[in-house]
């Protein structure tokens, strides 16, 4: 059975009208979730305020194409501005419901595909013509509102024609189209003057080994990001190009397997200066690693570009795109965002969507600002962390012996093997040391 649809309409102008703009209250009662405990967007926190170090956005895709569908039923969702139709006036619908959303919440970022914002025409021509209209509302509304954009990216994945891959297709036609595809999506990003621009490929891996020629498509790939580089250095885009890893899903394997299988792709094929990663959590932990993995492994060789802000169910296979809710998860993210010294140009994308039985439009509001409040405490938390200096202290001080003496000397790449042969034969057996990690994990717990 499909979802019954509304007539779209927004009451008295408004689409959340029972909803005004979301404020910071800390004292507000526990069970009252429209509100902010703790994201106070101007508070400043290390020198910068937590609307500068957090950047949040949301994603249009989830919060506003999003119906509830799962492999086992269709939607449940109906929302008071959508008719479900594939036609522009819908869309238009759709962007200013989501920019009023935005505007309450008190978001300054937002994201999106191509094939969110827009129908799809009869040919290539007519979608890019489609999408151009809906640019011209876009840029309306964002002036009007100061929501940016974070990013946008391409939808190739959804479309049937895509069932073979895009950059990595064994059919040129389908990987041509493609990047044709994604020159418009570039024009459209560099008009409304996209931060970033993101790069997912769900379906650019394999489902069988016998059927499929991985060196060709790896080249394939490679060749299409040079085309992109070309395209954009000659627009003159100046956002962020991002890979986004997954490792599986909807492919059984993704080239884009993990941060560090991109990383190496990226110096593979000579295109590193060009592309920084789209860290997803829950890509993450469906890759086997714990939550802040491949934001740890992006940022310690300067590749941490922006992070999809979302997270799994441990118990469950696959991609849930839950909103994080987890302080301790988020403490650690941010740990290493401070770190970094922020996010800039990237942000945290809110790439999370409601649960298929979480059917209010209050549901939408909750779920973002629950998530905020998860991420201002991992920011405070992390803060004080780092502040405190315990932590990174006992991490030092684990690594006392190569500070100095042949320490030194091997991690300079001075030594030899004769120099640590002639070591181990005077200083003896070393004595075991403790790694103390549950001392670690008492420290972190002691913030959270
Ligand atoms: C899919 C996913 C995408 C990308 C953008 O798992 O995360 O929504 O973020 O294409
Ligand atoms: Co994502």
Known sequence: MSVKRNKAAASNGEYFPGIAKIVYNPAAPADDSLVFRHYNASEVVRGKTMEEWLRFSVCFWHSFRGVGLDPFGSGTITRPWDDGTETLEAAKQRLRAAFEFFTKLGVKYWTFHDRDIAPEGNNLSSTNANLDIIADLAEELMQKTGVKLLWATSNLFSHPRFMLGAATSSDARVTAYAAAQVKKCLDIAKRLGAENFVFWGGR?????????????????????????????????????????????????????YDAQTVMAFLHQYDLSDHFK??????????????????????FIYGKLGSIDANTGSPDLGWDTDQFPMDVKSATVIMKTVIEQGGLAPGGLNFDAKVRRDSTDLRDLFIGHIAAMDTFARGLLNASRVIEDGHLAKAVASRYSTWTGGLGAKIAAGKATLEDCEKFTLEEGHPTPVSAHQEHFETILNNYV
Do not use: W
């Not at 990663?277 to 492994?297: R, S």
């Open 204 to 256: 650019e891996g394999y489902n069988s080994l016998l059927n499929t020629d991985v060196k060709r498509e790896l080249d394939h790939m490679a060749a299409f990001f040079k085309m992109v580089v070309a395209y954009k250095e000659k627009i003159g885009f100046t956002g962020q190009l991002l890979i986004e890893p997954k490792p599986k899903e909807p492919t059984r394997h993704q080239y884009d």
């Open 277 to 298: 990663l789209n860290i997803e959590p829950n890509h993450t932990t469906l890759a086997g690693h714990c939550y802040e993995h491949d934001v740890v492994m992006s």
